[in-house]
């Protein structure tokens, strides 16, 4: 079964930085596509970065030049590097394969972006 914990947000002003960090546990395919997901109160959550384990990467537009998705595959880790955070960043953070599964949801980590 596959658990992820995610960790690294915090309340920081507009153009700062943060980098989170998800760590993998579990069964897990060698060959597998990992993303981060946010999700803002009341909304749905959304994809906005993967990386395959070959290292190919996507982005979402939002966070494309801002945002870098990254893997340690010996670590067993996922971290994205958030640079120029903007106050519509603002949400709960998790990792999780792509595609999703369903049960492997973690507790996520919430960033806040306010002046």
């Known amino acids: 079964q596959l658990r992820l914990v995610e960790s690294g947000g915090g309340l920081v002003q507009p153009g700062e930085f943060l980098n989170l960090s998800c760590v993998v546990s579990?069964?897990?395919?060698?060959?597998?596509?990992m993303g981060w997901y946010r999700q803002v109160q009341g909304d749905e959550r959304e994809m906005i970065a993967w990386?395959?384990?070959?290292?190919?990467?996507w982005y979402e537009d939002s966070v494309k030049g801002r945002f870098t998705i990254s893997r340690d595959n010996a670590k067993n880790t996922v971290n994205l590097q958030m640079n120029g955070l903007k106050p519509e960043d603002t949400a709960v953070y998790y990792c999780?394969?792509?595609?999703?599964?369903?049960?492997?949801w973690g507790q996520g980590t919430r960033v806040t972006v306010s002046a």
């Open positions: 990386i395959h384990s070959a290292g190919a990467t």
């Open positions: 999780n394969r792509f595609p999703y599964i369903a049960d492997a």
């Open positions: 579990g069964s897990i395919p060698s060959v597998n596509v």
